[in-house]
């Protein structure tokens, strides 16, 4: 039955996902093209008018798609999730003839499918907008590749970033938005606890959520500078950076790991036993 609840779950969000992806892709492209043509529009008599038109045009639509995209692929499967479970859906939803881990699975697997296409669309739209950025400088795009080796080479060496720190961070770039998407269904089915304005619940029961990201963030931060930092005498600055880095990211990757398990734990339970549909 996973399978059937796969194929009905994509099929009523594949829209919304291709919007946002798409919307992103749009206006990275229109800036691939447009930008170059800054430098040539600002020395004619007539561009000096069109120019503040066009770039105040490509920053509103610019905001609108990579913003609009961030908070509808988040927030639309956190609402889909409690209409869908929660609502006078849920009573068919839950009549079916499927485990109740199914239902979350299904969800779950297809808003992750859309968190990653939209994470790729935003890293190729950032790879054709900063190509425009580019071309408003040179004409000749095949130093770009360089020029983008050169940046990454750079950040690195600001961060001291290693080969261990490289797979650290990989790695709980993608898990994030699986422990990410688990606590927006977690919030929701904390806020079904209450007997009115249940979806506004879930909405504080999110904010809450986020607090005590923050918190513990700042709280591994804290923990992997005094760890780090222990050793002030006998190392450079530059190892004492990454080992913090190091620190900071395996402590990170165990943190998000347990916030999956203990989040996919916790909706099952209130979802199969502690049901308060309206």
Same mark, same amino acid.
């Given at each position: 039955?996973?399978?059937?609840?796969?194929?009905?779950?994509?099929?009523?969000?594949?829209?919304?996902?291709?919007?946002?992806?798409?919307?992103?892709?749009?206006?990275?492209?229109?800036?691939?093209?447009?930008?170059?043509?800054?430098?040539?529009?600002?020395?004619?008599?007539?561009?000096?008018?069109?120019?503040?038109?066009?770039?105040?045009?490509?920053?509103?639509?610019?905001?609108?798609?990579?913003?609009?995209?961030?908070?509808?692929?988040?927030?639309?499967?956190?609402?889909?999730?409690?209409?869908?479970?929660?609502?006078?859906?849920?009573?068919?939803?839950?009549?079916?003839?499927?485990?109740?881990?199914?239902?979350?699975?299904?969800?779950?697997?297809?808003?992750?499918?859309?968190?990653?296409?939209?994470? *790729?669309?935003? %890293? !190729?739209?950032?790879?054709?907008?900063?190509?425009?950025?580019?071309?408003?400088? +040179? $004409?000749?795009? =095949?130093?770009?590749?360089?020029?983008?080796?050169?940046?990454?080479?750079?950040?690195?060496?600001?961060?001291?970033?290693?080969?261990?720190?490289?797979?650290?961070?990989?790695?709980?770039?993608?898990?994030?938005?699986?422990?990410?998407?688990?606590?927006?269904?977690?919030?929701?089915?904390?806020?079904?606890?209450?007997?009115?304005?249940?979806?506004?619940?879930?909405?504080?029961?999110?904010?809450?959520?986020?607090? *005590?990201?923050? %918190? !513990?963030?700042?709280?591994?931060?804290?923990?992997?500078?005094?760890?780090?930092? +222990? $050793?002030?005498? =006998?190392?450079?600055?530059?190892?004492?950076?990454?080992?913090?880095?190091?620190?900071?990211?395996?402590?990170?990757?165990?943190?998000?790991?347990?916030?999956?398990?203990?989040?996919?734990?916790?909706?099952?339970?209130?979802?199969?036993?502690?049901?308060?549909?309206?």
């Amino acid at each position: 039955m996973l399978g059937k609840c796969l194929k009905h779950e994509w099929i009523e969000t594949w829209m919304v996902g291709l919007l946002c992806c798409a919307g992103v892709m749009l206006i990275s492209i229109l800036a691939f093209f447009l930008l170059p043509l800054i430098p040539k529009l600002s020395e004619s008599e007539v561009g000096i008018y069109v120019l503040p038109v066009l770039i105040l045009t490509l920053v509103i639509m610019g905001v609108a798609a990579f913003g609009g995209a961030l908070f509808i692929g988040r927030y639309f499967f956190f609402y889909r999730y409690y209409k869908n479970l929660f609502t006078d859906q849920g009573y068919l939803m839950h009549t079916l003839p499927v485990e109740t881990s199914d239902l979350i699975n299904s969800k779950l697997i297809v808003a992750l499918i859309w968190q990653y296409l939209i994470a *790729v669309s935003y %890293f !190729v739209a950032i790879l054709f907008t900063s190509a425009g950025f580019y071309g408003m400088f +040179s $004409d000749d795009y =095949t130093s770009y590749v360089e020029f983008i080796k050169s940046v990454i080479e750079g950040i690195g060496l600001l961060y001291s970033v290693g080969k261990l720190e490289i797979i650290l961070f990989a790695a709980c770039a993608i898990i994030y938005p699986i422990m990410d998407m688990m606590l927006l269904f977690l919030a929701v089915a904390f806020g079904q606890l209450g007997k009115k304005n249940r979806f506004i619940l879930s909405i504080v029961a999110l904010i809450g959520i986020s607090f *005590v990201k923050k %918190f !513990v963030t700042n709280i591994v931060s804290l923990i992997s500078a005094i760890f780090s930092y +222990s $050793d002030y005498n =006998t190392e450079s600055a530059l190892d004492m950076v990454q080992t913090h880095y190091g620190i900071m990211l395996a402590l990170i990757l165990v943190l998000e790991t347990a916030a999956i398990i203990g989040a996919y734990v916790l909706n099952l339970h209130m979802v199969k036993n502690k049901l308060n549909l309206e």
